[in-house]
């Protein structure tokens, strides 16, 4: 307790950082659009974040078991051309007069390919994995483009109208699917022997060896991961949009590593970590929708969320330094 109460006031503001932050930006948006607080508005604020929320989950993932090192740590810059190539097979699949599970499972498929084509660059080739994911990004960027022709592909299910617009308890269906796989993938992280092995790897991968953790398949697994998550993101995006847009990854790749790295401001340790991630895609999500609502110009909240990834990164660089 003494030691609690020795502590300066900077020290919890900094702590609590995000947490303030978010409350700080819903105050605002709320004074200057009374209606931000609807209850409609706040359900739509859910359904805004739920593709960039899960697609940041499985990057999340890999920055955990990757480690913090700025140029070797874990990363996947594909991630988000991942999952529109992964929209892109459904969409022409499903024009093509094929069911929808059918085009979710060839999906499925090539997104764990390319996730296992990343982890074994990674994990065999020691390659560095910055470069393995830009360089897979490129490849993927190529490959929406020759399934779609570059052109929009319209997607129509009654399974994806269905997502779109039904809801359960006044929360449109995404929202929920959003939820869900926050706590699936909270749990898998916070609760189960193999989120705490890669967190031990993570942060020492030589002790994680020497403790018996076979490293080599728990890194890949995250990569694995992520490309599953990917997929469920592309399928709600089809169903949001009720088609696929050419570029769609390219535009969200900023905001995905927005999310992941704020996920580190709503954390104790300061590290990348789920619940973090879950909060951090819904302050994204308010900061879309307030500036929206306000009519701030699209160069402003670029802006914004540049000046956000800064100050994330030096606060948790500054409480890293602190620790050791």
């Known amino acids: 307790m003494d030691n609690k109460e020795k502590r300066p006031l900077s020290s919890i503001v900094i702590q609590y950082s995000g947490y303030i932050a978010f409350l700080g930006v ?12 609807n209850p409609k508005n706040i359900s739509n604020i859910f359904l805004q974040s739920s593709v960039l929320g899960i697609v940041s989950f499985g990057l999340t993932g890999i920055f955990i078991g990757g480690g913090d090192h700025v140029i070797r740590g874990g990363t996947d810059l594909s991630i988000t051309s991942n999952m529109a190539v992964s929209a892109a097979i459904v969409a022409v699949m499903l024009n093509n007069g094929y069911h929808l599970l059918l085009g979710i499972g060839l999906a499925l498929i090539v997104s764990l390919a390319i996730g296992a084509i990343n982890a074994f660059a990674v ?33 129509n299910s009654a ?14 269906i995404a929202a929920w699917i959003f939820v869900i796989v926050a706590l699936l993938v909270y749990l898998l992280y916070n609760s189960c022997s193999y989120g705490n092995h890669v967190s031990a790897i993570g942060g020492n991968e030589l002790a994680a ?29 089809l169903a949001r949009l009720s088609s696929l847009t050419p570029g769609v990854g390219d535009l ?65 660089t500054m409480q890293r330094r602190r620790v050791l």
């Open 26 to 37: 819903v105050i605002l948006f709320t004074m200057k659009a009374p209606v931000f607080l």
């Open 252 to 316: 969200m790749l900023f905001d995905v590593m927005l999310v992941s790295y704020l996920g580190a401001v709503f954390s104790k340790r300061f590290r990348p970590n789920i619940p973090g991630t879950f909060f951090g895609a819904l302050f994204v999500g308010v900061l879309t929708n307030g500036f929206t609502m306000i009519n701030v110009p699209s160069y402003w909240v670029y802006a914004i969320k540049g000046a956000l990834i800064l100050i994330t990164v030096s606060i948790t």
């Open 209 to 237: 060896r020497a403790s018996g953790i076979n490293v080599s398949l728990i890194v890949a697994s995250t990569y694995l991961l992520a490309g599953v998550l990917a997929v469920i993101s592309g399928i709600l995006i």
């Open 123 to 155: 994990v065999k080739l020691k390659m560095i994995p910055l470069l393995v994911t830009i360089c897979m990004m490129y490849i993927l960027q190529g490959v929406e483009k020759l399934i779609t022709n570059n052109k929009v592909i319209p997607a």
């Open 159 to 172: 399974i994806l109208s269905f997502i779109a617009n039904e809801e359960i308890l006044f929360a449109p």
